[in-house]
Nanobody, 124 residues
Framework: QVQLTESGGGRVQPGGSLRLSCAAS????????MAWFRQAPGQAREFVAV????????YYGDAVKDRFTIFGDGDKNSVSLQMNRLRSEDTAVYYC?????????????????WGQGTQVTVSS
């Protein structure tokens, strides 16, 4: 069983930055594929970014490519999402997800462990 706890959400002005963190317990992140998804009100949950704990490979959704960076900290057993040049359309609840796997996964149905989510609001 993997427990995931997100932190770092909040309110920021357009063009600003935020860093989200996802702490995992019950399992080492070194054998997990971990991802960030987001869900805006009335919309489906959307893939943001994914990282492989086994080899560090990453992949991003088109909406965040070149603005967001996902990275892991094996010593802290956590994964973070650095979000730069934020836009109003980035406003959503951001969720951390994990699955014991060796490939990058972008579908919500692929993940069996989820955090509770953290709100990110981009507004002036």
């Amino acid at each position: 069983q993997v427990q995931l706890t997100e932190s770092g959400g909040g309110r920021v002005q357009p063009g600003g930055s935020l860093r989200l963190s996802c702490a995992a317990s019950g399992h080492t992140t070194r054998t997990l594929t971990m991802a960030w998804f987001r869900q805006a009100p009335g919309q489906a949950r959307e893939f943001v970014a994914v990282i492989s704990g086994r080899n560090g490979r990453t992949y991003y959704g088109d909406a965040v490519k070149d603005r967001f960076t996902i990275f892991g900290d094996g010593d802290k057993n956590s994964v973070s999402l650095q979000m730069n040049r934020l836009r109003s359309e980035d406003t959503a609840v951001y969720y951390c997800a994990a699955k014991e796997a060796s490939v990058l996964l972008t579908s919500t149905t692929a993940y069996n462990f989820w955090g509770q989510g953290t709100q990110v609001t981009v507004s002036s």
